[in-house]
């Protein structure tokens, strides 16, 4: 499933995070959505796990898959 960034229309392969996130010994199920941290060239992408607050990890924008 893709997700759309409100942005500026950007598209991200949920799969493909979720699977690279797996690969580097993450459990893709934990995972409650992405947050991005920083701004311009030096953003941050954040895995978010369930119970985990995207403000609190200092990230200005997140974005998750709704069924």
Avoid: Q
């Amino acid at each position: 499933m893709r997700c759309l960034f409100i942005i500026n229309g950007t598209k991200v392969d949920m799969d493909f995070i979720n699977s690279k996130y797996s690969a580097e010994g993450g459990n893709a199920k934990e995972l409650f959505g992405l947050g991005f941290r920083n701004t311009g060239s030096r953003v941050e992408l954040v895995f978010v796990k369930y119970g985990e607050s995207w403000v609190d990890l200092g990230c200005r924008y997140f974005t998750r898959e709704i069924d």
